[in-house]
Antibody
């Protein structure tokens, strides 16, 4: 069974940093393109970032470019999202998704003082 | 960026009746490869998104055949032939032809009358 499980800190002050993890199992992780997608409370879906198999070609939404960094450890079947200079508007449920075909349960990140 | 416009935004339906959701793109979604990267997602209340269709009309594994996708160019449709109670939720279209960024429609909320 394919599983994607997000974890990480959930409450951070504006200007702060946090790292999200996404542990994958049940499929061949290393060649998979992995995405982060977020959903602000009561809002729609917003694509955030994509990692190719070896992070040689990472992509970001303009709204997070220069602040967020995606990485992965293929030996641990884990995807990461380092989030810096966080703003209130980054408050959202963050999902990792494998080529959009498999999604994690999401983790709610709140940016608030 | 490609803008996807869904209609209607709210769709009350009677159990057993058909339902149709439109997704219109600001640009043709026909890729130079000959493929059209338009997907549909279902998000049930309190759950993560789940992909139903990819490349317009290919149903994901486990998706009931009452769901079908059609369209080309800039106009696409998701149809549910006979709505069941478990179909309640928000439906999103997403394009990957002109990624990055991958972009989503605003979402269509399907509810039972």
């Amino acid at each position: 069974e394919v599983q994607l499980v997000e974890s990480g800190a959930v409450l951070v002050q504006p200007g702060g940093s946090l790292r999200l993890s996404c542990a994958a199992s049940g499929f061949t992780f290393s060649p998979s393109w992995m995405h982060w997608v977020r959903q602000a409370p009561g809002k729609g879906l917003e694509w955030v970032s994509r990692s190719n198999r070896d992070v040689s070609n990472t992509l970001y939404a303009d709204s997070v470019k220069g602040r967020f960094t995606v990485s992965r450890d293929n030996a641990k079947n884990t995807l990461y999202l380092q989030m810096n200079s966080l703003r209130a508007e980054d408050t959202a449920m963050y999902y990792c998704a494998g080529e959009f075909g498999n999604w994690g349960q999401g983790i709610l990140v709140t940016i608030s003082s | 960026d490609v803008v996807l416009t869904q209609s209607p935004l709210s769709l009350p339906v009677t159990l057993g009746q058909a339902a149709s959701i439109s997704c219109r793109s600001s640009q043709s979604l026909l890729h130079s490869s000959g493929n059209t990267y338009l997907s549909w997602f279902q998000q049930r209340p309190g759950q993560s998104p789940r992909r139903l269709m990819y490349q317009v009309s290919n149903r994901d594994s486990g998706v009931p055949d009452r769901f079908s996708g059609s369209g080309s160019g800039t106009d696409f449709t998701l149809k549910i032939s006979r709505v069941e109670a478990e179909d309640v939720g928000v439906y999103y279209c997403m394009q990957g032809t002109h990624a990055p960024p991958w972009t989503f429609g605003q979402g269509t909320k399907v509810e039972i009358k």
